[in-house]
């Protein structure tokens, strides 16, 4: 089982290449993912795959990837999760990361987990870290803070210190399966008077949810509530609605108003 450890002295030498793999509509858990891998190496190649991934991402088993996506009602976004699944891991030693908005992550990195050994990656280090929530902002404002990057980028730096990575040994997170199926928000994210039709979220959007010939019409089967439109909107014409959204909001806000901790995982 994982469990934390303390600083190992063995630094091992990088003889591979840093990747950087995130799947981050709102773009926190881009930060984060930069911080860890940017603890590792100043040269990090980046693979932003919130759209698709277009080109083939060549691994060796040499190489540190770093692998972050949100908590989506606790798990590992469905997309983020086939997007993944075309990765070719070679053997590199993948450090796996979650975002998630001061509520809890539940299986996120147990099935990030999952994804990374079957695509052939040796996961060494797991880290959950909040963010601002980018369905409901009030939780998680702020963050990741300056002491959430630091904390990202000592854990890339610890991850690679770590004697395990040397004996390519994987390791296992348990899945909470008594937190299973927290369930989503039935909410779609809808477009105000405010659009000029401009055309950037349907350009963004990861799952052309938005129609071209009309960026007012969202298709409610298609978007998965990832917030990316109303992160690039520029005239804040993009917003959650409905009395749902607002019950929903209420309750979640009340519930998780403490700062919640960045949690740590590195292998005994
Ligand atoms: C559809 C949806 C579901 C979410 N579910 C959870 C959750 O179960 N627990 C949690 O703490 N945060 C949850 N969040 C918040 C995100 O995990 C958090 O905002 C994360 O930073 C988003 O990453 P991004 O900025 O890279 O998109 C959810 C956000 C969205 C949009
Ligand atoms: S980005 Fe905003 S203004 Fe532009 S089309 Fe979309 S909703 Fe309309
Ligand atoms: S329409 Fe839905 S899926 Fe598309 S960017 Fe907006 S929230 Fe995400």
């Known amino acids: 089982m994982i469990a934390m450890s303390p600083i190992s002295s063995i630094m091992i030498s990088l003889q591979g290449s840093v990747h950087a793999i995130f799947f981050s509509p709102a773009r926190s858990t881009k930060k984060i993912v930069e911080a860890?891998?940017?603890?590792?190496?100043?040269?990090?190649?980046?693979?932003?795959?919130?759209q698709g991934m277009h080109n083939a991402i060549l691994?060796?088993?040499?190489?540190?990837v770093v692998v972050g996506v949100p908590a989506?009602?606790?798990?590992?976004?469905?997309?983020?999760a086939q997007y993944l699944s075309k990765l070719k891991g070679n053997g590199a030693r993948a450090i796996i990361a979650c975002a998630y908005g001061n509520c809890h992550y539940e299986n996120t990195l147990a099935e990030l987990n999952n994804i990374c050994v079957d695509v052939g990656l040796i996961p060494i280090s797991s880290g959950a870290f909040v963010s601002r929530h980018s369905m409901f902002p009030e939780l998680g404002k702020g963050r990741p803070d300056q002491r959430d990057l630091d904390n990202a980028r000592q854990f890339g730096k610890k991850s690679v210190m770590h004697s395990r990575i040397a004996k390519g040994e994987s390791l296992?997170?348990?899945?909470?399966?008594?937190?299973?199926?927290?369930?989503?928000?039935?909410s779609v994210v809808k477009a105000t008077a405010d659009c000029n039709y401009c055309g950037r979220c349907v350009q963004a959007c990861p799952s052309s949810a938005i129609a071209i010939d009309n960026p007012r019409k969202t298709d409610?089967?298609?978007?998965?509530?990832?917030t990316r439109c109303i992160d690039v909107c520029p005239y804040g014409a993009r917003k959650f609605s409905g009395l749902m959204y607002l019950i929903t909001q209420k309750r979640m806000v009340n519930k998780n108003k403490e700062r919640k901790e960045n949690e740590i995982y590195l292998p005994l």
């Open 36 to 50: 860890i891998a940017g603890g590792i190496s100043h040269e990090v190649t980046q693979h932003d795959i919130t």
């Open 59 to 64: 691994l060796s088993r040499h190489d540190i």
């Open 72 to 80: 989506f009602s606790g798990s590992v976004p469905p997309l983020a």
């Open 172 to 186: 296992s997170i348990r899945e909470n399966k008594a937190r299973r199926g927290q369930g989503m928000v039935p």
């Open 220 to 226: 409610k089967k298609l978007c998965i509530s990832c």
